[in-house]
């Protein structure tokens, strides 16, 4: 049964009124089974002799909101409250009626009559907790998931959403420790399953959370969620097979189940089926997550360009931006115009790469009435969505030298800072990037792992992070003596980045936006890159389609850094030697 009716009994079933005890089980049986329709038809029958009983018009109003009969169900859960404005039953399908309508406010009300009439009863608990993380209020949906779980821990569904709001909050431990009662007290649950399998997961162990996920699959082998999970960790694996076809079996489950699409378009991705993955890479814009970004121009699905006005607005990161930028040549020479949006740190970058374009910087939350000053737009599309019609096979990734122009001057400014550090190659160094939420830990190297990097004869490092890194270089030198060149200016400002780059004889880095960086400026780049990556660096191989001038140096084995950093380091002495050689 969907979650409404689960919400509608809570974890455990009342008894019906007397008289009518009997057809409510046979209604109760028939709905379980998938017999909606037969279930309803019993209650208005019942309802015609009894049209006094609440029970019955609670049922039907959660029978008639899973059908999508929202006037309907409104009508019966109204009547019910009414009869029984002291069950706190009927409050709650009332409650979780007007959420499913989008009556926020009214929903609360009746959430709260619940808890008022049942204090402790988890299931008003539970019901508010959800409709207050509907409405983005974070931290009071979490304390009333952690009252519901401490009255029902046994109650494995709730779990679920424990731990997700408990890992999204940074309390890893509280959540661990909630999904392993769950396990411990309802070892055949899915959910229960699935929240330990998520902890792993968030944690970087895809290997158990494999094994918790093909668990929760099994018990609840029509569950699309499951196989979601189940998918998610194969691909932490590198499994892509496995993967992928997890995410095809959720999407026979429910075949509008976004998140699935676009898990199967990241596999897809990585195994550089471009034309197969592109629409399903489309179902990232379903998302409810903040910012949602809405225009009332026509979507630009291919048509047509000449003496029309195109409007690309940016999503996702800032190395997404870049990445995706490099479709704005093609589109730029297509159409009569372009207006491009972009992040403020790309706008100084876009305008002088893009001259025929106008260019505006803003954030992705921004009110968008700064369009009512630009050129009149015809159509519009998001950044992301370029390559469904422009990078279809990797034959359609053109070859470039650079599409991003840094400023001449602020270049010639570094080349001549950089003269000044001494002979040798000049080499920028990333070592860390991405967030908890974006896989930091696998991306990211310890500084003083790249000992043997930074050693190499002949260069100079300067560090290209654009977080704080003074306590890590301080310890970085005085463990190692070696010299890591810091220049805050050029950190602060995108535009003076860029002119570095540019001025620099190698950039070497984890997956970060310094990388897109550096390729979308046409710079050589050496990318240490995890054993499981993002999509944007496929499944295998040294090169990177969106960028020719860009190396990928892979992990042979999941975290073990050691072999690319000798790798790269072997590599980097032999170019400083050429380069000696060169300039004797």
Known sequence: MTRLARLARGPREDGADARSARLMRQVRQAAARGERARAASMLERLIARRPEDAGAHGMLAALRAQAGELAAALEHAGRAAALAPASPDAHLVLGNVRRLAGDLRGAEASYRRVIGLDPEAPAGHYSLALMLADAGRAADSLALLRRTHALAPGWPEPTWDLVRALLDAGEAAEARAAAERSVARCGASAPAWMSLGLVHLRAHEPEPAARCFGEAAVLAPGDAEAWLHAGIAAQELARLDEAQAAYERALRIAPGHAPARYRRALVLLLKREYGAAWPDYEARLESSAPPRREFPQPLWR??????????????????????????LPEVIERAGHCVIDCHPKLER???RSFPAATVHGGHQADDPAWLAAAPVVDCRIAAGSLPLLLRRRPADFPPHAGYLRADAARVDAFRARLAALGPGLKVGLSWRGGTELSRARLRSVELAALAPLVAVAGVRFVDLQYHDTAAERAAFSRATGLPLVHWEDALGDYDETAALVVALDL????????????????????????????????????????YPSVRLVRQARRGEWGPVIAMLARDLAALAARARSRDA
């Open 349 to 351: 970058l876009f305008r």
């Open 507 to 546: 950039v070497v880095s984890v997956c970060t936006a310094i990388v897109h960086l550096a390729g979308a400026l046409g710079r050589p780049a050496w990318v240490m890159t995890p054993y499981s990556p993002e999509w944007r660096y496929g499944q295998a191989g040294e090169d990177m389609p969106w």
């Open 302 to 327: 291919g048509e047509p360009l000449a003496g029309r006005t195109l409007f690309v607005h940016a999503e996702q990161g800032l190395g997404d931006e870049i990445m995706f930028a490099s479709c």
